[in-house]
């Protein structure tokens, strides 16, 4: 058994084997982070640039320390400490990096399908870590991880995803994952930060109610307002939105039943969610950080090159 | 009973029996007593079988251990060493559950497989097993060792049953639980 693609640009591109292959050998590796030395010589003769043209501190260090917990040497690249600052292109680039053989490439950056542009051209493995308003993948995965550890299962789960649905690749890796592994899945958002007609391209259910899909889910996935991406203003004020959609105690309280709250992070406190929900008992944010490194332990494992 | 020529398939009549299923309890017993025999009633030691085949034996010879201390307090874990496989890169290997909920800084550890063929996967087993902490002493049980195919310089502790196989040959130990028949065949 291994994975039906040599890289990882998207959930899209995904079949229900390769992510519950993935799920499967993040387990695995969940319990070698538990481990007095949390380290395997599994990747001990590969090189991984990390290729960030945008900022981050969750993913990339999540991605460093599963590339060094695998024993791959690392790379970093950041875009504002680099030749691209002087105009060097994407292409230049990478194949200047790959020249000095390295063999897979972990990419970010604000234009959507900058990685997929690279696959076409490039002879390296490439993960997707994050690219413009597309997909994020490893988070889809993590995710669905954090979950599946907490629920049990994903088949029949209903999970709301909640807030900046229209810039946010982790919604749509998201919904492409969930989709494929058999959840329920109920957009919530104002409709300024819904795209049209996305209940018809991705057979999701869409409310303007945040009440109302609280009580109807299971799991809510609260996404970050993003600000840097909105180009027009798409709500009148922060206050406002929290006051519409920001997840509040008593609101969790008041449903009598279990709840489970997932952000991406970074979080803005105060607007989609909460202080006091974000570090309160229905929170697994840090739980998804954890289990982050595990996941993208397991999908550098099973792209690392093979002969065969 | 003498097999007429051509009477059966020609993959039934290739089959060699090792080990029959009487001889395979008696072999898991005396693994056992010989286990316990070394180690004053398993007081400084620990038992780890190595996933996925080796977890047959090592869960029959837990059962053993247990049936004559009378007691269930044994420190029993599994492990899997495909992330410490030397041909990690050759192809992909889908891991399997490690579980060794206890220290085994001091501890004897006693590793269980089926077969001992080149040594590589008792090496990764190993090296695996450092990461858990620093053992006192490790002892290998396996229940058929293939000598003269070693690849490295390893030998058991503990042996079922040394066979003389080729490199052609292919040495199968089929469990009640997952093969319907307990036997060791040379296919």
Known sequence: MKLSTKHLLGIKDLLKEDIQLILSTAEQFKEVLQRPVKKVPSLRDITIVNLFYENSTRTRMSFELAERRLSADVL???ASSSSAAKGETLLDTVNNILSMKVDMVVMRHSASGAPHFLAKHIPAAIVNAGDGINE????????????????GRLEGLKVAIIGDIMHSRVALSNMYLLKKMGAEILVVGPPTLIPTYISEALGVRVTYNLQEALKWCDVANVLRIQLERQNQPLFSS?????LAYGIKRK????????????????????????SDVADGPYSIILNQVENGVAVRMAALYLLAEREQ | MVWKKGFIFNKISTLKIILSEQQMALTVKRLAHQILENNNALENAVIIGLQPRGIFLSDRIVAELKNILGTDAIHYGKLDITFYRDDVRKALHIANQTD?????????????????YTGRTIRAALDALLDFGRPSKVSLCVLIDRRFSRQLPIQPDFLGKAIDTIVSDKVKVNWRENDEKDEVVLV
Do not use: C, W
């Not at chain 2, 060794?100 to 001992?116: H, M, N, Q, R």
């Open chain 2, 100 to 116: 060794i909920p206890f220290s085994i800084e001091g501890k004897t550890v006693i590793l269980i497989d089926d077969v001992l």
């Open chain 1, 238 to 242: 922060l206050r406002e939105y929290n």
């Open chain 1, 136 to 151: 994020h993948p490893t988070q889809a995965l993590l995710d669905a991880f954090s979950m599946k550890e907490k629920m």
């Open chain 1, 76 to 78: 970093n690249f950041t």
């Open chain 1, 251 to 274: 609101m969790l309280e008041g449903l009598g039943k279990e709840i489970v709250i997932m952000h991406p992070g970074p979080i803005n406190r105060g607007v989609e969610l909460d």
